[in-house]
């Protein structure tokens, strides 16, 4: 009997992390089983085909750092989108799979009952493949003796703040969670902003009467993200373990990143939109405007643009992501305008929730800006976070018998447009984007080997509940790095 294969994507230009070229692939039980030269194909017994003449065929996208349904602590805000209109959106912007958080509060000391409370926000409501970094904001015994649990769980990344009060860990706290990291081999993003600088930097603009939202960037100078990088990779290389510096906003941190990878040591770098589309004049937009910009570190000036493009060529950073943290913009209760008061009828920045809506234009902003090279866009996109977070290679590539049929298809021919919110599927009533001209959207996005979306036919395809939850093991890109002998005091 002739095989029968569920899909087909023939005619395309495949572009994977390391290779480009015209090849044809076929599709059963939801794997990549065949990439062939083009032709190969012909005559086989198959469902369905996708003539992706013109197009390129590449893995589907990753966005490692999406925030969905949490209660944000941070200034009071609520996040608007759950994880279905969070992961629709995801889909119909090319992405495959995201990796959001297990948020523990201060008074919650455990991050298995974090992880599990947020399994159940997740679970039958994605129409993306999902994971979750745990997201520890209170270190205490009981966190750190959870961290095997974590790793039987199938979680193998934890994120900690730097800044923010009801978020952050001080020094010692670090320290036990880095070094509960490496016996665990569990990655490590860090938010790096020391928090100090920036509670006093916002007593000075208070005192001053300086309350409008463009008074956030004061609040979050450029020394104290590049501080506290230092700070964190101080600290991580003292217990010899990886770190990810997670949304770095300025060349100048990439610089001091780059030094220290140059010295061999295992940093990491991610960096997002906001830091490559916007400006911190955008945060003085007249009328509140300004407030959709809010995020930290905050946006910083055109001619830091230039310098996180090429740290993104120059392989300093490593995962290109959204940082997708949404807010409605006019929601007075737990979203943007929730700042605002008869005595502070322009906000207060500092209860201005932080984050901006990106998930679904990540992946179309950074091709239309037509700037990076094909292989290196699904490297930051895609491959590098499957390697980094332990998904590699069923996600972020395109190997028979390995991988996941995760696939996104785009057409580069496709006439430019400006975007405008009402085109996107998230569930917030702005996007800082709004009026930038495109000139790439992903025609097809393939989810294990279902078409879940379709630009032209249809849109959104796929279903809620078919993004599955992905269990996930050690890093494949810190992993060979991490040390065989036990981390031992005396030895300093
Ligand atoms: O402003 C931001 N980035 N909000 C999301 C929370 C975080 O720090 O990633
Ligand atoms: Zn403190
Ligand atoms: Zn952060
Ligand atoms: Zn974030």
């Not at 000391?109 to 745990?134: G, K, Q, V």
């Not at 920036?198 to 004061?218: A, C, G, R």
């Not at 990491?268 to 004049?281: D, K």
């Not at 491959?383 to 996941?404: C, F, H, M, Q, V």
Request: negative net charge; glycine residues 8%.
């Amino acid at each position: 009997m002739a095989e029968v294969y569920d899909l087909l994507v023939v005619n395309g230009v495949v572009v994977t992390d390391t290779e480009t070229g015209e090849f044809d692939i076929a599709v059963k039980h939801e794997k990549i089983a065949k990439v062939v030269p083009r032709g190969g194909l012909s005559g086989v017994s198959v469902k369905r085909t996708i003539d992706a003449q013109g197009g390129y065929v590449m893995p589907g996208g990753i966005d490692s750092h999406v925030h969905l349904n949490e209660p944000f602590i941070m200034a009071g805000g609520r996040c608007a989108d759950d994880y279905e209109p969070g992961t629709r959106s995801a889909i119909a912007g090319g992405t495959t799979t995201i990796i959001s958080f297990a948020p523990q509060s201060k008074t919650e000391p455990s991050l298995l009952a974090a992880l599990a409370e947020t399994h159940a926000l997740a679970r039958s409501n994605c129409y993306s493949d999902y994971s979750f970094h745990a997201l520890c904001t209170n270190a205490g015994p009981v966190a750190i003796s959870e961290f095997p649990s974590l790793r039987a769980a199938g979680i193998s990344s934890l994120k900690f703040f730097m800044a923010f009060e009801d978020l952050q860990l001080h020094d010692d706290e670090i320290l036990d969670v880095l070094l509960q990291a490496r016996r665990n081999q569990m990655t490590i993003l860090v938010h790096a902003e020391n928090g100090q600088v920036i509670s006093w930097m916002t007593k000075q603009l208070e005192k001053e009467h300086l309350f409008d939202p463009k008074y956030h960037v004061n609040s979050h100078p450029p020394m104290a993200e590049l501080e506290a990088t230092s700070r964190a990779i101080a600290l991580s290389t003292f217990i010899d373990v990886p770190i990810l510096i997670v949304h770095v906003s300025q060349p100048a941190v990439a610089a001091y990143i780059h030094e220290a990878q140059l010295k061999g040591l295992p940093i990491y770098a991610e960096t997002c939109p906001q830091y490559l589309f916007l400006t911190r004049e955008d945060l003085d937009k007249p009328g509140f405007e300004g407030a959709k910009c809010v995020c930290s570190p905050p946006p910083r000036s055109t001619a830091d643009h230039e310098g996180i493009w090429r740290g993104i060529e120059n392989g300093t950073f490593t995962i290109f992501s959204s940082d997708h943290c949404p807010f409605i913009f006019e929601d007075i209760e737990g979203g943007k305008k929730s700042s605002i008061s008869p005595e502070y009828p322009n906000g207060r920045f500092q209860y201005v929730p932080n984050g901006v809506p990106g998930v679904e234009t990540r992946l179309s902003l950074a091709l239309s800006a037509d700037r990076l090279q094909l292989q290196k866009f699904v490297e930051v996109t895609a491959t590098n976070a499957a390697k980094l977070y332990g998904l590699y290679p069923r996600k972020g590539a395109l190997i028979p018998g390995e991988s996941d049929a995760d696939i996104t298809i785009w057409y580069p021919e496709l006439d430019s447009f400006k975007l405008k919110n009402d085109m996107l599927h998230h569930n917030v009533d702005y996007t800082p984007y709004e009026g930038q001209t495109l000139n790439q959207w992903p025609r097809y996005t393939v989810l294990r080997g279902q078409i879940v979306w379709d630009r032209d036919n249809g849109g959104v395809l796929g279903v809620k509940g078919y993004g599955q939850f992905l269990e996930r093991g050690i890093s494949s890109l810190a992993g060979p790095l991490r040390p065989e002998k036990d981390w031992n005091p005396r030895d300093f």
